[in-house]
Nanobody, 120 residues
Framework: EVQFVESGGGLVQAGGSLRLSCAVS??????IGWFRQGLGKEREEVCR????????EYADSVKGRFTISIDHAKNTVYLQMNSLKPEDTAVYSCAGAWGPAIEALTWAYWGQGTQVTVSS
């Protein structure tokens, strides 16, 4: 059974930091990504990381502030979020994908998500 277990969300003031974790079990994916969906907004991809070579991609809105990383020993992907803004408020979910390259992926499995709220 494929499982994604996210943790680390919470309430933080603008300018603060949070680190999200995504523990993955049951399947080995080519890439893991973080997505977010704010209230009344479309889901958007935040970032992704290749599980083979560690290549990453970020949305322009988070470049320079967020960092995705992977701990293969723990089968866990992290999202370090710094300099948080109120517009980063959303439910953050991790997802697994397969594909031949970091820029050519099919997203297949999703976690339940964890709430991140940034107060102004």
């Amino acid at each position: 059974e494929v499982q994604f277990v996210e943790s680390g969300g919470g309430l933080v003031q603008a300018g603060g930091s949070l680190r999200l974790s995504c523990a993955v079990s049951g399947f080995t994916f080519d890439a893991i990504g973080w997505f977010r969906q704010g209230l009344g907004k479309e889901r958007e991809e935040v970032c992704r990381i290749s599980t083979s070579d560690g290549a990453t991609e970020y949305a322009d809105s988070v470049k320079g502030r967020f960092t995705i990383s992977i701990d293969h020993a723990k089968n866990t992907v992290y999202l370090q979020m710094n300099s948080l803004k109120p517009e980063d408020t959303a439910v953050y979910s991790c997802a697994g994908a397969w594909g031949p390259a970091i820029e050519a992926l099919t997203w297949a499995y999703w976690g339940q998500g964890t709430q991140v709220t940034v107060s102004s």
